[in-house]
């Protein structure tokens, strides 16, 4: 139930989320680039986070790998225009080939715990209510940089927002 629900949360949250960077008009390009480095940090840290997850229960792999393909969209399309450096997703093999890092089907990394983050409950349902903690948080920060955000980079927030809401929901429904 949860991947059909992904999927069909899928095609209305991420069709926004081209964030190409075009033209903002006379947005300050500094300020814009700060945003974006921000915002891509902080669901970069959720992808974390669902690597985390993914490897201290395998078995829900099926559950989650639909939402952690978006999230690692999204990193993509926030980090859009950034520094290469500062693109890569998640760590994995080949990390440093450009843009392996936003692959879905990246191998994850070692357990947070092994990487210094926090460490995922034992539990799965714990572990779902603990991830969609932290998409609630990721999603608040993007809604809260949307009155600093230039129109098309707050178009591209406000829709990764919904994403992360609905990927709230949907994580509710599982746990």
């Known amino acids: 139930m949860l991947a059909g629900a992904a999927g069909l949360a899928a095609t209305g949250t991420t069709a926004g989320c081209s964030g190409d960077g075009g033209d903002d008009g006379g947005a300050d390009p500094a300020r814009t680039e700060r945003l974006r480095r921000r915002a891509a940090a902080e669901s970069r840290a ?3 986070r669902y690597d985390a997850t993914i490897a201290a229960h395998p078995g829900q792999v099926t559950a989650l790998g639909p939402l ?3 999230v690692a969209q ?10 290469a450096d ?4 998640s760590p994995g093999p080949g990390a440093g080939t ?3 890092g936003d692959r879905a089907d990246a191998a994850p990394p070692p357990p947070a715990e092994k990487r210094g983050g926090e460490a995922v409950p034992a539990d ?5 209510a603990a991830l969609a903690t932290a998409e609630k948080r990721t999603a608040d920060a993007h809604t809260a940089a949307l009155a600093a955000a230039p129109g098309e980079f707050a178009g591209l927030l406000a829709s990764v927002a919904a994403a992360g809401a609905a990927h709230v929901y949907l994580l509710g429904t599982t746990a």
């Open 124 to 128: 799965p349902a714990e572990a779902f």
């Open 86 to 89: 500062t693109r890569a997703a």
């Open 46 to 48: 959720l992808l974390r």
């Open 68 to 70: 952690r393909a978006e």
């Open 98 to 100: 450009e843009g392996s």
């Open 74 to 83: 999204h990193v993509a399309a926030l980090a859009r225009g950034l520094p």
